[in-house]
């Protein structure tokens, strides 16, 4: 589903106490794409830069194969873009958002484990 999640809110009737349904199962959609501990190291991958289906595999230490069918999820759902140079494909992060989320899903574990790390001294 390549619609983004502004059009959805705005194309669907908005609740009286948020989001409307069919934009609050587009947001789990995103959260369940994002489930995936093998397209979050696709992305982590992808926020070093731009990067080959090839050299993606090598440093996620998947399968050319697997790589390609979860870039091609997230690529149906706009989260990343690719280029062709040649018979290689190219892949980028297209929603920085994700970028964000993710940092600040990080600094929140990070800082969690910390305070628990402190509270076992």
């Known amino acids: ?41 696709i992305l982590q991958a992808l926020m070093e830069g731009e990067c080959a289906v090839g050299e993606l595999a090598a440093k996620v230490g998947q399968s050319q194969a697997n790589v390609s069918r ?7 759902d706009g989260l990343v873009s690719r280029r062709k140079e040649g018979v290689r494909c190219h892949y980028r992060i297209a929603d920085r958002s994700v970028e964000r989320m993710c940092t600040l899903v990080c600094e929140s574990l990070a800082r969690q484990l910390e305070s628990e790390r402190g509270e076992f001294s």
């Open 70 to 76: 979860h870039l091609g999820l997230l690529s149906d």
């Open 1 to 41: 589903m390549k619609t983004s999640m502004k059009t959805s809110m705005k194309t669907s009737s908005k609740s009286k106490d948020g989001l409307s349904p069919r934009a609050l199962a587009r947001v789990a959609q995103r959260f369940a794409l994002l489930s995936d501990p093998s397209r979050l190291a």
